[in-house]
């Protein structure tokens, strides 16, 4: 195994993750802007980046700026 693959941590593929996924979707995003949908699947397409907007960069964003349990944890003491 590679020296730099044992030094991952899981907060850095955490990261890495979180990073593929908001650059997916707005490679997504940038995709839809410049090609056309054809007219019949306009509204599939719209569910489908509206669920993947929704759900993945509302994951990312709630899990990074949220508060946590260790932030409440602080503020108690």
């Known amino acids: 195994m590679p020296e730099w693959l044992k030094r991952?941590?899981?907060?850095?593929?955490?990261n890495t993750i979180a990073l593929t996924i908001v650059y997916g979707v707005f490679i997504a995003l940038f995709l839809l802007i410049y090609n056309p949908i054809p007219k019949e699947n306009h509204d599939t397409v719209n569910v489908m980046i509206g669920f993947i907007t929704g759900?993945?960069?509302?994951?990312?964003?709630?899990?990074?700026?949220?508060?946590?349990?260790?932030?409440?944890k602080h503020e108690g003491e």
């Open 8 to 14: 991952l941590t899981k907060t850095d593929i955490r």
């Open 55 to 72: 759900t993945a960069l509302g994951g990312i964003m709630g899990f990074y700026f949220s508060s946590s349990k260790t932030d409440k």
